[in-house]
């Protein structure tokens, strides 16, 4: 029987700036992305003509809700595939934690499947199929360090990231995304990080000044309703970290170290007030 295992790396933004609302709903969006090691791992085996989703977290819905489940039924469908497929998640991403967890586990479903039932598509058309489902699967089909933009789409390489120590840390905070949009949609004033000054300095490896120049547009909207995750971040850069960011729409901070005993330090300072702590690395 074929089995194939394979990593979901979760997605930071290293930034984020919201551009605009379009007529269809959508938002455009410019995010400088980076994967780090921090993963679920979805495991595939041959399973008849059903389609099967187990997952590790029982607050995770395993039907059509979940992205995998859709992925799966999509490119069954699309293909006219007459088998069947068994998809364990292991969950080790927090959910809405502004990680990308369920894209990321979308992502890793659509390259499993083109393993195990031999669809031989290129990285380019399973981009595209990904951007069917949801906006951050093409990023997480790509990985690395990169520009994204449009609603997700539009993907551009950037010279990655070193792999530098990274504290992920998420508060007992849930945020929905399209809260925060809306919220942010409502807002007289948008603060817009400086995407391209953002990239330029990554070029150049010039980390010393990405603290002062990285930047997430939901900060401001998330930050008002829950300060906690504001002052998070100011405790990140108090610990030693040389750069701290909210990702996504949060409520995960993250921080940015330049050498590991510093990083560990402050993984022990956070731990031991937020059970969701973990010390990872840029992959």
Partial sequence: ???????????????????????????????????????????FK????????SCSDPKIPTDARNLVHRVAEKLQARFGIDRGV?????????????????????????????LIWELNLSLGEMLAFGSTIGADIP????????????????????????????LVVKPQIDIATPWAFGRLDSAEHVAHPDIDRVIQLVETEDYA???????NAFEQVVFQDYPEIGEMKAKMLESGAFASIMSGSGSTVIGYFSDKPAAEKACEAFRRNYFLTFLTEIE
């Fill in 1 to 43: 029987m074929k089995e194939y295992v394979v990593r979901a790396p979760a997605k930071i933004n290293l930034s984020l700036d919201v551009i605009g609302k379009r007529p269809d709903g959508y938002h455009e969006m410019r995010m400088v992305n980076h994967s780090v090691a921090l993963s679920d791992i979805l495991v």
């Fill in 46 to 53: 041959e399973n008849g003509q059903r389609i099967a989703v």
């Fill in 86 to 114: 068994q998809i364990d998640i292991q969950k080790n991403i927090p959910s809405e934690a502004g990680l990308a967890g369920g894209s990321a586990d979308a992502a890793a479903a659509i390259l499993g499947l083109n």
């Fill in 139 to 166: 990023y997480c089909c790509y990985k690395g360090t990169a520009l994204v933009e449009g609603i997700g789409e539009v993907i551009k390489p950037v010279k990655p990231l070193r792999k530098l120590p990274v």
């Fill in 209 to 215: 000044a990405l603290g002062s120049a990285v930047g």
